[in-house]
Structures are given as C-alpha cells and as structure tokens.
C-alpha cells in the first residue's frame, strides 16, 4: 500500500475541511433565511414537553453519519422546539442579540479554534482584548485608570468579584488557609439584587445568611442607604467583618437601580470592596444622556456588563472592569511552570483575571461589531428602543383594566390586568393567565416578575432587529388580549 493510500484509509470519517466550504455557505444561506422569516414564526414554540427528547435515538451512532441527514434533523427536530431569541417582538427577559457582523467574527474564531488562556497561546487574541476593552470603556464613560477583561457571563464576574471581596476581607488568607477560622463575612446587596448574585456569595462559601439585604427606596428602587450604613454599623458591633457590597444599574426584575455616588461612598468609607452588576444597563451608557444612571462610577472597584445582551455580541462576551486588576489577579490565578511565559516581560495573561483557566477568542466579535456599527449606529439603535419602550407603556396605560406598576427604565417597564373586585390570589392568577395567553397566542414574548408581592407582567424592548412596527404590534397583542380576558 502506498503512503498516500495509507493515509487516505486511516483518514477520520465525517466532514473534512475540503468539503467545508460548500457546507459552511449551505449554513450561512440558511441563517440568510432564517433571520429573514422570523416575522412569521410564533416566538415561543408550543410547550409540548419531551417533544425533542423522543425523537432523539437513546443510544449515540456507531458509525458515521452524513452531514445531509444531521442537517436534516437540525431543521426538523431541533428548531421547530426552539425559542426564536433573535425575534424581532422578543420583549421577555433581556435581549441576547446576534448582529450579523459578530456573528461572522464567531464563525472565524470557531474556525481558528484557539485557546486564548495566556499571551503566549494567541498573542494577538490577548492583545485585542486589551484594545477593544479598552474601546468599550470610552465608550460608556468610564475613566482612565480602569482595565477591561473579557469574562463568559456576568454571573462569573460577580463570583470573581465576590471572591476579591473575601480575600480583601481576609488580608489574602482565605485561598490558603480556608474560612473556618475567619469570622464571618458580610456582603451588602440591594433586595432586588439579581440572583446570580445569592450564587456567588455560596458558591465563595460566605454562605447566603451573611448576604445582608437592604431595604429598597425612591422611585428607582435603590438601596436605602441610611438603612445600608446601619447595617454595616450593627454587623460590626457583632462581631462580624464586612467585606463587600454589590450595587446594581437596572436589575433584572424592574430595573432598580442603586444611588452609587451614595452607596460607593459608603463602601469606601467603610473599607468594603464595591462590585456594580450593569449587565443590561451597562450597554445603555454609550449614549450619554442616560449616564445619570451611573453618576459616581467611577468609585466603583468593580463593574460588569454584558454586550451580549443590549449591544449585539453574540454570547457570550460579559465585560469586567477593575480599578485595580492587581487584586482580582492575586485571587484567582494559578501560576505552575508550564503556564508561565519566559522572555515575555510585561504581558498579560488574561486566564489569571479569570475564574475558568481556558478561553474563548471572544474579543473578535466585539472589534467586529464595534467597527461594523460604529457607536453612533449603536447608540441608535439603544435611542430606539428606549423611545418605542416609552410608546408601548403610554399606550398600555391606556387599556381597560391594566395599570403601570413600575414605569420605564430605559426599555424595562412592568404592568398588571387590575380589574377591582379581585383578590391578591385572584390578581395573580388572572395576569398568570394573561401572560400565557399572550405568549400562547405567539405573536410576542412577555414573561412576569413578582414585585412588592404582585404578580406583574415586564416588557423590555432590545431585539436588534426590532422596529416601531414592533412595537405597534406590542400595543395590538397586549390590548386584544387583555380585553379578551376581560369580557370572558
């Protein structure tokens, strides 16, 4: 047998780079249509459980299959269950867009396929990392002094963070020596505080009791901060040692929002390390007519947000801002010999700002994105949203039967079907039932949040792809519906 023959039979099954390019055009042919006949698909497929799971095979292949048949199944058995998360009417939760140009940028780093832990592993990888973060915090406001990393979710930046706080707390002990004998920490966070944030206290084994939750107050449900430096002052008297405190710029929930000129004043008085969790409304602060929103950030130890969610970049991209990286650094990182770069002074190795020691190539899509659009296409489109959010709630405020519970902040607005007459049990039960038939129906998704202990209904207007005539349609569903419940 020849080399080549040899080679040829030894050779992996399945699809090779030969034939990639014919199938890597079918696919970018098929997200063409996709994208372009999203209008027309309900954005919530039907709620059939197990639908996926039994037209699956129990057991995995033996023998290769084709990339026709396994394409094939992609679009019959996978997407018809898919939740369409790049829906133009897609008002639940926050946005996770996919512009296309980023998503292109994914395409080619899926290609290269590199491991971006340390410098020396993809320099340029590290090295446009440094750039465009530092881009991304011009462009929301952030001074100098601040240096950007690129972490998978804002959840893991919070545990980063919250771990910084621990070791702060425990002058750098707590990695070697554990926490048994070190007193009980405390980590102050608003009520509202999103939930990825009760993970990080646990998950860094300060445990959720010693999470101190403060009372909310104002119009943006913020934090107390009278009610927030009691605390610390009590916990102290106790015995106990603050560590920490996490603020937030536009919650989950509703949106709340902290006073971080006053709570980060507070922290540094009081020697806590201060996290701000912006992960939707971070992204807003390109456009500086909503900077009041973060007046006084620059106080902060630590920042997250996401440009995976408001911005663009497809997930995951979360950016992490230190004031001081130095402190994340002696933290997390983990320096064994074969990880270490020699003659290479004055790099940056990004695995040591992170908790994961692998990395994704993620900072292309955020050149890709930030130069495809530019900020001023950017801000646009956050300007739209903003404005088509403010349509919707007026209009929504208007029909029979429903009031505004929380009202606009930026693009997150929260209301309820109120008829009178009702109980609390019976309000809930009936916007329960107002919420699935609004997503029943398909034309839109809403999804509900609980707040002051009623049932509310959140719209958030972010789709990239979104357009008034969207939010026209936002108006039509939530009227005909609630009317429809009404006189049933």
Same mark, same amino acid.
């Given at each position: 047998?020849? @080399?080549?023959?040899?080679?040829?039979?030894?050779?992996?099954?399945?699809?090779?780079?030969?034939?990639?390019? %014919?199938?890597?055009?079918?696919?970018?042919?098929?997200?063409?249509?996709?994208?372009?006949?999203? /209008?027309?698909?309900?954005?919530?497929?039907?709620? $059939?459980?197990?639908?996926?799971?039994?037209?699956?095979?129990?057991?995995?292949?033996?023998?290769?299959?084709?990339?026709?048949?396994?394409?094939?199944?992609?679009?019959?058995?996978?997407?018809?269950?898919?939740?369409?998360?790049? =829906?133009?009417?897609?008002?639940?939760?926050?946005?996770?867009?996919?512009?296309?140009?980023?998503?292109?940028? +994914?395409?080619?780093a899926s290609s290269v396929a590199a491991q971006c832990m340390l410098w020396q592993t993809s320099p340029a990888a590290t090295e446009l990392e440094t750039r465009v973060m530092d881009w991304l915090r011009q462009a929301v406001g952030l001074p100098e002094g601040f240096s950007g990393v690129i972490q998978?979710?804002?959840?893991?930046?919070?545990?980063?963070?919250?771990?910084?706080?621990?070791?702060?707390?425990?002058?750098?002990?707590?990695?070697?020596?554990?926490?048994?004998?070190?007193?009980?920490?405390?980590?102050?966070?608003?009520? %509202?505080? &999103?939930?990825?944030?009760?993970?990080?206290?646990?998950?860094?084994?300060?445990?959720? #009791?010693?999470?101190?939750?403060?009372?909310?107050?104002?119009?943006? /449900?913020?934090?107390?901060?009278?009610?927030?430096?009691?605390?610390? %002052?009590?916990?102290?008297?106790?015995?106990?040692?603050?560590?920490?405190?996490?603020?937030?710029?536009?919650?989950?929930?509703?949106?709340?929002?902290? @006073?971080? +000129?006053?709570?980060?004043?507070?922290?540094?008085?009081?020697?806590?390390?201060? &996290?701000?969790?912006?992960?939707?409304?971070?992204?807003?602060?390109?456009?500086? %007519?909503?900077?009041?929103?973060?007046?006084?950030?620059?106080?902060?130890?630590?920042?997250?947000?996401?440009? &995976?969610?408001?911005?663009?970049?497809?997930? @995951?991209?979360?950016?992490?801002?230190?004031?001081?990286?130095?402190?994340?650094?002696?933290?997390?990182? !983990?320096?064994?010999?074969?990880?270490?770069?020699?003659?290479?002074?004055?790099?940056?190795?990004?695995? #040591?700002?992170?908790?994961?020691?692998?990395?994704?190539?993620?900072?292309?899509?955020?050149?890709?994105?930030?130069?495809?659009?530019?900020?001023?296409?950017?801000?646009?489109?956050?300007?739209? =949203?903003?404005?088509?959010?403010?349509?919707? #709630?007026?209009?929504?405020?208007?029909?029979?039967?429903?009031?505004?519970?929380?009202?606009?902040?930026?693009?997150?607005? !929260?209301?309820?079907? &109120?008829?009178?007459?009702?109980?609390?049990?019976?309000?809930?039960?009936?916007?329960?039932?107002?919420?699935?038939?609004?997503?029943?129906?398909?034309?839109?998704?809403?999804? $509900?949040?609980?707040?002051?202990?009623?049932?509310?209904?959140?719209?958030?207007?972010?789709?990239?792809?979104?357009? /008034?005539?969207?939010?026209?349609?936002?108006?039509?569903?939530?009227?005909?519906?609630? #009317?429809?419940?009404?006189?049933?």
């Amino acid at each position: 047998m020849s @080399d080549s023959a040899a080679d040829n039979a030894s050779a992996m099954p399945g699809l090779d780079w030969s034939e990639f390019p %014919e199938w890597g055009a079918r696919a970018a042919q098929w997200a063409g249509d996709y994208h372009a006949g999203l /209008r027309a698909e309900p954005v919530r497929p039907p709620m $059939q459980p197990g639908l996926t799971l039994g037209a699956l095979p129990e057991a995995p292949p033996e023998q290769a299959e084709s990339t026709e048949a396994i394409f094939r199944d992609f679009e019959e058995i996978i997407m018809p269950a898919m939740t369409h998360w790049q =829906h133009p009417r897609f008002f639940a939760y926050f946005p996770a867009n996919a512009a296309p140009i980023a998503v292109l940028a +994914e395409y080619l780093a899926s290609s290269v396929a590199a491991q971006c832990m340390l410098w020396q592993t993809s320099p340029a990888a590290t090295e446009l990392e440094t750039r465009v973060m530092d881009w991304l915090r011009q462009a929301v406001g952030l001074p100098e002094g601040f240096s950007g990393v690129i972490q998978d979710t804002a959840s893991s930046a919070t545990l980063a963070a919250v771990l910084t706080m621990r070791e702060r707390a425990l002058d750098w002990a707590g990695n070697e020596q554990g926490l048994n004998e070190a007193g009980r920490l405390r980590i102050y966070v608003a009520d %509202e505080v &999103h939930s990825s944030v009760d993970a990080a206290v646990w998950i860094a084994g300060i445990g959720r #009791e010693n999470m101190v939750r403060i009372p909310v107050a104002g119009p943006n /449900r913020g934090m107390d901060v009278s009610a927030l430096e009691q605390a610390i %002052e009590l916990d102290r008297a106790e015995g106990f040692i603050p560590a920490g405190l996490i603020a937030s710029v536009g919650a989950t929930s509703v949106g709340s929002t902290d @006073d971080l +000129e006053a709570v980060l004043a507070v922290a540094k008085a009081q020697g806590l390390f201060s &996290h701000v969790d912006a992960a939707w409304a971070g992204s807003a602060m390109i456009c500086p %007519e909503f900077r009041t929103l973060w007046t006084g950030i620059e106080g902060a130890d630590s920042i997250v947000l996401n440009p &995976h969610k408001w911005l663009g970049a497809p997930f @995951d991209c979360s950016a992490h801002f230190l004031a001081d990286p130095d402190s994340l650094v002696k933290t997390l990182a !983990t320096q064994p010999e074969y990880l270490k770069t020699h003659g290479a002074d004055g790099v940056i190795n990004y695995s #040591e700002w992170s908790i994961p020691l692998g990395r994704r190539f993620r900072a292309l899509k955020l050149w890709f994105l930030l130069r495809g659009h530019g900020l001023e296409g950017l801000r646009s489109m956050i300007r739209d =949203h903003v404005a088509w959010a403010q349509m919707v #709630e007026t209009a929504v405020a208007a029909i029979r039967g429903v009031e505004i519970v929380t009202p606009c902040m930026l693009s997150l607005f !929260t209301f309820r079907l &109120h008829p009178e007459g009702l109980s609390h049990a019976e309000l809930d039960d009936l916007n329960i039932a107002l919420v699935e038939a609004i997503n029943t129906d398909g034309r839109i998704y809403l999804t $509900q949040t609980r707040i002051d202990g009623k049932l509310v209904i959140r719209f958030q207007a972010g789709p990239f792809s979104m357009t /008034r005539a969207d939010a026209e349609m936002a108006i039509a569903v939530i009227g005909e519906t609630a #009317e429809r419940m009404q006189e049933g």
